[in-house]
């Protein structure tokens, strides 16, 4: 696989802190990549978002009173690795869920059930993952929960169940370590 200069990237996974082959520089830690909202609302500016969007913290948002999303964790395990990329994306819930969920965030949630959602991120590097349906499920205190796909052919299900190539890692975190996304 080569990068974005022409260089010949290595098909294993660097180890921190590591030079990159793209930029030359030295990064302390592999990263993950986060989103700080859902799609849906990221979509919205102005007086509309002011409207539509209640913000409840940094991992709860309502948009018009009548969708719900709860940040967790997704991850993709690395084939040949024991190490997974993790994604910080949204989940919806439904209301009665939110509701729980949300008196009771602060509490220890591990022995809670899977809850149903719809995943609420496109992921880099996927086919449209909006809506991809997901189960989730709480942790431990001052724990986001963590997302599980549903079972199904989309790539980014077949990457969580069976693993992604350190190619592919690259080719998502490449943008990570070099700019912004959102």
Known sequence: MLGLCGEEMKAELPKPPFKCPECNRV?????DVGYREPY????????ERTARVQPIGMDLFILDNEHFFVRGVLLLPIK???SSLGFGVWSTLSKPNFSRYAEHFDDDLSAWGPMFGYLSNQIP???DTLALPLAVQ????GLRPKFRLEN????LIQDQREG???????EIVGPV???PTD
């Not at 709480?138 to 205190?141: N, R």
């Not at 199904?152 to 790539?155: A, D, I, L, T, V």
């Open 125 to 127: 590097g996927y086919p």
């Open 152 to 155: 199904g052919q989309h790539p």
């Open 27 to 31: 990064h302390e830690e592999l990263p």
């Open 164 to 170: 992604m190539s350190v190619e592919k890692w690259w």
């Open 80 to 82: 040949n690795t024991s």
């Open 138 to 141: 709480t942790q431990g205190k």
């Open 177 to 179: 370590l070099h700019g």
């Open 40 to 47: 849906y609302t990221h979509e919205l500016s102005g007086r």
